[in-house]
């Protein structure tokens, strides 16, 4: 499903003072001299379960616009808006959904707006929702991605709860998503019809892989344009950069092989696949990344070497992602490539 989203366009002046004057606005300038040094003109409407949109206005030059000389900037999760949750039920239609945000900005200010074909994306998150079954699940795969790298980006990882990996083109999040709705979400709901009772326990099993696309993204997707039109963005490029960004993370590829994991079954394929003495070699550093880590595993080891066993690795379809200690003996797998996400 498509979650938050972060859409633009050009204004005139007249759309621009509307919500100018209805808007939270701070300024930063220099007291002796009286030289503003920048404005943040920015609003948030409230929706059903106190999901909020963003709305903020300003001077065109931010994004080259020089013909009506005015941006509008709208963000904020549809789906939470309507329904105050995200993990399931989710739209795929960013057209549909980009339309009614913009109709919602529309009818707040009394405003037109252009039309949709005139609108630009700067952001959007997909996130898909499997279900585990239980916590216990959620929480061991979890926990066995505790020393997932991702090349130059900043692993953070929370113990049950997370792991999240934040960089300059995509923002990848892999998170227990009962916790997260409790810890962020749960407060919004103590009066109204919702029935929390049900949805808790709806989602006590659920995981979710969020992929938030950035900008930078966006623009190496489509040559280097200074704008992506909305109307040119479809689902199927959004989720090919999803698959793309976590099948890096997880250290998976696609080709015939069914994926191996476990020492026995990994020594298994590698017997089936490699000469003698290059299969117990291969099986010595898949053992020592269980035992020490990507990171340590590298560093006892020239580049060469290391780059050369970790291709042999992938080449023969071995899940090595999950670095848990050796004496650990259960840990639940999960492959988000072969389970279908949550409807």
């Known amino acids: 499903m498509i979650d938050t989203i972060k859409i633009y366009c050009e204004i005139d002046k007249d759309t621009y003072l509307s919500i100018y004057n209805t808007s939270i606005i701070k300024t930063s300038y220099n007291k002796s001299s009286g030289e503003v040094f920048y404005e943040i003109i920015n609003d948030h409407l409230k929706g059903s379960y106190d999901s909020r949109l963003s709305v903020r206005v300003g001077c065109g030059c931010k994004y080259n616009f020089v013909n009506l000389g005015y941006y509008i900037e709208i963000e904020g999760s549809y789906h939470k808006i309507i329904y105050g949750y995200n993990s399931h039920n989710g739209y795929c239609d960013l057209d549909f959904i980009a339309q009614n945000l913009i109709q919602m900005v529309e009818l707040s200010y009394n405003i037109k707006l252009p039309i949709l074909s005139e609108w630009f994306l ?187 066993n970790i291709k042999a690795l992938k080449e023969a379809k071995i899940d090595f992602s999950q670095s848990y200690k050796v004496e650990e003996k259960e840990v639940f797998y999960f492959n988000p490539f072969e389970f279908k996400e949550v409807a």
């Not at 999240?164 to 998503?177: A, H, P, R, V």
């Not at 709806?202 to 950035?214: A, S």
């Not at 344009?225 to 993370?249: A, G, P, Q, R, S």
């Not at 696949?273 to 099986?283: E, M, Q, T």
């Open 122 to 308: 700067q952001r959007c998150d997909l996130a898909i929702c499997y279900d585990l079954d239980n916590q216990n699940n959620v929480k061991s795969y979890i926990n066995s991605l505790s020393r997932c790298q991702y090349p130059r980006r900043n692993a953070k990882f929370y113990y049950d709860e997370s792991l999240y990996l934040s960089g300059t083109t995509t923002t990848l999040k892999i998170y227990n998503k009962l916790l997260e709705f409790k810890k962020h979400d749960i407060k919004k709901f103590t009066i109204g019809q919702f029935d929390l009772e049900n949805y808790l326990k709806t989602i006590q099993g659920f995981i979710r892989f969020e992929c938030e696309i950035k900008k930078k993204k966006l623009k190496d997707m489509f040559d280097n344009k200074k704008h992506i039109k909305i109307i040119e963005v479809n689902y199927d490029i959004l989720k090919k950069v999803w698959c793309d960004e976590f099948m890096k993370l997880l250290k998976f590829i696609k080709n015939d092989l069914e994926i191996v994991r476990g020492r026995e079954a990994v020594k298994k394929r590698l017997n089936d696949i490699y000469k003698p003495s290059k299969a117990n070699l291969l099986y010595n550093f898949y053992c020592a990344i269980q035992l020490n880590g990507l990171i340590d595993t590298k560093e006892n080891m020239t580049n060469p070497t290391y780059y050369r």
